[in-house]
């Protein structure tokens, strides 16, 4: 197992992680997709205006959809558009409560 590197190495590792689990066959080919989905989840979570209705898909999407570039440029991550709209999906899913 590689170990986790810090600082500015973190968002090189975490985009490699990504591409080779998400180009691999194994059955674990979505954790790296879903461990960045989950922790975006929390973070939108942390950043949420207290009166915004998670539940409402009409109001959790743009504050997603807002929010999503500059989360993923903190971590250095680059996805081209489909996986940025699947992700963007999977997490307003995720927020709202949505098992679709």
């Known amino acids: 197992m590689t170990d986790r590197p810090t600082g500015d190495k973190k968002g090189e590792w975490e985009l490699s992680e990504i591409r080779v689990r ?15 989905k989950n922790r975006l989840c929390r973070q ?8 915004l209705d998670v539940a409402d898909r009409a109001q ?7 929010r999503l570039d500059g989360l993923l440029d903190e ?20 927020l709202s409560g949505s098992q679709s």
């Not at 939108?44 to 009166?51: F, G, N, T, W």
């Not at 959790?60 to 807002?66: A, E, K, S």
């Not at 081209?80 to 992700?87: D, I, P, V």
């Open 22 to 36: 998400r180009d691999s066959p194994t059955v674990g080919a979505r954790d790296a997709f879903l461990d960045l």
């Open 75 to 94: 971590r250095g991550i680059v996805l081209n558009r489909g996986e940025k709209r699947q992700l963007l999906e999977a997490i307003v899913a995720e």
């Open 60 to 66: 959790i999407r743009p504050f997603v959809h807002d």
């Open 44 to 51: 939108l979570l942390a950043m949420r205006d207290p009166a």
